[in-house]
């Protein structure tokens, strides 16, 4: 996919599906900027995006602050002038437990990253791409933003938030030439599967990931590249059509609903 002469600008760039997006991006030509907390992972795709030829800067940010999005809006800007492919995709899981167990903290924690971060990355870049009459826009939602997940309703609720959100955001700009769509990933080879799989875990994480895996039809989790394609195609012009959609990559997981217990 071509993005020669875009910037794309990607939220959790640190690991995982953000970093495997923003080099993604930058080979398609793009330049990028990096968001995370995480300085020192975010650093690296940083490095990494700039070893596979392209420019990249990070910006440190934590996205559940108004000031901070503010600030990595603006340190996008000052240093590529535009905003093109915004990828709002930082997120965290939370602890599982079960609803009437659920700690009030880590809801309001899960809820300010996952769904009040992606409505002030979408209150923030949606301006800058109005003055630019154009710009693409993929929020991280998941298969948990369809469907109820026992032991996660933080996260549950967060995700079909995100969904809501995206809904929302696409029928107010696509007039405008932004489009918004969600992305919705069952289980991903990346930290946070890995974080869930020690907190499901009495037996190793081994024999939960062969538990996990043995719900999904082609028998593994995806790839945070296999995630990062599908986002690529919705951010580029060969997706101008695609707005509001929210779009399931689970290796099958969905498609049948009995395979999920
Ligand atoms: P990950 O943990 O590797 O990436 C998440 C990134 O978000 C991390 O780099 C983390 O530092 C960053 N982050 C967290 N809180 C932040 C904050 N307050 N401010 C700035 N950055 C913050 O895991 P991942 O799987 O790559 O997750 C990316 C997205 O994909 C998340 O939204 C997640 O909910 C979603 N997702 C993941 C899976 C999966 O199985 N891995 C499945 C469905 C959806």
Same mark, same amino acid.
């Given at each position: 996919m071509d993005f020669s002469g875009k910037v794309a600008l990607v939220t #959790?760039?640190?690991?995982g599906i953000g970093r495997a997006a923003s080099l993604g991006f930058a080979q398609g030509g793009a330049r990028v900027a990096v968001v995370d907390r995480d300085a020192v992972g975010g650093e690296e795709t940083a490095r990494l995006v700039r070893a596979a030829g392209s420019e990249a800067c990070f910006v440190q940010a934590d996205v559940t602050k108004s000031a901070d999005v503010q600030g990595y809006v603006k340190a996008t800007l000052d240093a590529? #002038?535009?905003?093109?492919?915004?990828?709002n995709n930082a997120g965290i899981e939370g602890k599982i437990a079960l609803t009437g167990d659920y700690e009030e903290d880590v809801f309001d924690a899960v809820i300010a990253v996952n769904l009040k971060g992606v409505f002030l990355g979408l209150r923030h870049v949606i301006p800058v791409m109005l003055r630019q009459q154009g710009g693409a826009i993929v929020n991280t939602a998941s298969t948990a933003g369809i469907a109820g997940s026992p032991g996660l309703s933080g996260y549950v609720a967060s995700k079909h938030g995100v969904i809501g959100l995206t809904r929302t955001a696409a029928s107010e700009y696509g007039r405008n030439g932004i489009r918004v769509n969600a992305v919705c990933p069952g289980p991903t080879d990346t930290r946070m599967i890995h974080s869930l799989e020690a907190q499901t875990s009495t037996e190793g994480s081994n024999s939960v990931r062969e538990r996990y895996q043995s719900t999904i039809p082609i028998g593994r989790y995806s790839t945070p590249e296999e995630i990062a394609n599908l986002v690529l195609f919705l951010s580029s012009?060969?997706?101008?059509?695609?707005?509001?959609g929210q779009y399931l990559i689970d290796g099958g997981r969905g498609a049948s609903p009995s395979a999920l217990r």
């Open positions: #959790g760039g640190a690991g590529y #002038g535009t905003i093109d492919c915004f990828f012009e060969l997706a101008g059509s695609i707005t509001g």
